[in-house]
């Protein structure tokens, strides 16, 4: 179920953590979205989708209803959560939260997932770093939402997501990125221009003093993951988070 996953027990002044990238295995979804998608706007059977989210809510200990997902956009908007959500899916790319009753999840299918978490502070968060989000730098605004909790040793898993060799862009297209993130400049396979989205989102992340593991593969390389880039209709994997309690004590 799981292409990456760790659980960290609580110690000393520092929180549990579980957190963690799905694969395309272990759900019940029908090609050509087999078999684990988690993406309610991908032509799905909608019973196969939600099956396959109450398997990831319990994989981290939560009822489906406190496994929580954002309306993607491509923007830079980050929500703060406190409770499911009340009514509609809010518009966002970004959420955070100090509740470790809830596990916040972002979907992906090429896009780049992160996953922050501040142990000590006792604040975790999601991000969806697509191009436009990556060039827009919604990490600043990820990251500020959580200092902004408190947060001040920050955290990151960044997820698998298609890599710079297979991320073909116009030229113009790799110009800009490169003007906010310079090492996201690359070629692809062939020579032409292409954008390593990850490395951009995984600079922007060390310049704000977080301390990151960058998760190796491709989705458009390995067919465990989903990738748009490589069969158009697909289904989604997501990055999950979910803040554990503090140590007991004695």
Same mark, same amino acid.
Not at 63 to 67: C, E, I, P, Q, Y
């Given at each position: 179920?799981?292409?990456w996953?760790?659980?960290i027990?609580?110690s ?10 799905t ?7 029908a090609p ?8 309610g706007r991908?032509?799905?059977d909608?019973d ?7 398997? %990831?809510?319990s994989?981290v200990?939560v ?5 929580l997902?954002?309306?993607q ?6 929500? %703060? ?11 966002a790319?970004?959420m ?14 090429d ?10 502070a006792g604040v975790v ?6 191009r436009?989000?990556?060039?827009a ?19 990151a898993?960044v ?6 060799r297979?991320?073909?862009?116009p ?5 800009a990125?490169?003007?906010v ?5 690359? %070629?692809?396979?062939?020579?032409t ?11 922007q992340?060390?310049g ?5 593991t960058?998760?190796?593969g491709?989705s458009r ?15 989604r994997?997501a990055?999950v ?9 004695a």
């Open positions: 179920m799981y292409y996953s760790d659980e027990a609580p000393s002044g520092r929180r549990g953590l579980r957190w963690g990238f694969s395309r295995r272990g759900g019940v979804s050509p979205h087999d078999e684990l998608n988690l993406g991908t032509g799905d909608p196969a989708v939600a099956r396959n989210r109450e398997v %990831v809510a994989s200990g009822t489906v209803d406190r496994l997902f954002m309306d956009c491509h923007g830079t908007d980050v929500v %703060v959560v406190d409770g499911p959500w009340a009514g509609s899916t809010p518009p790319d970004g955070v939260t100090t509740r470790d009753d809830l596990a916040l999840a972002v979907l992906v299918a896009c780049v997932p992160v996953l922050l978490a501040d142990r000590v968060g999601v991000v969806h770093a697509g436009p989000g990556m060039t730098r919604i990490v600043d605004e990820a990251v500020a939402s959580m200092r902004a909790l408190g947060a001040l040793r920050i955290i898993a997820g698998p997501s298609v890599c710079g297979c991320y073909e862009v030229a113009a297209m790799r110009d990125a490169a003007d993130s310079p090492v996201s400049a690359t %070629v692809s396979w062939s020579g221009p292409a954008i390593d989205v990850a490395a951009g989102v995984v600079d992340l060390r704000h003093d977080v301390a990151v960058w998760v190796p491709c390389e390995d067919e465990r993951l989903y990738s748009y880039r490589q069969t158009g209709q697909t289904g994997f990055g988070v979910r803040l554990g309690p503090l140590a007991a004590t």
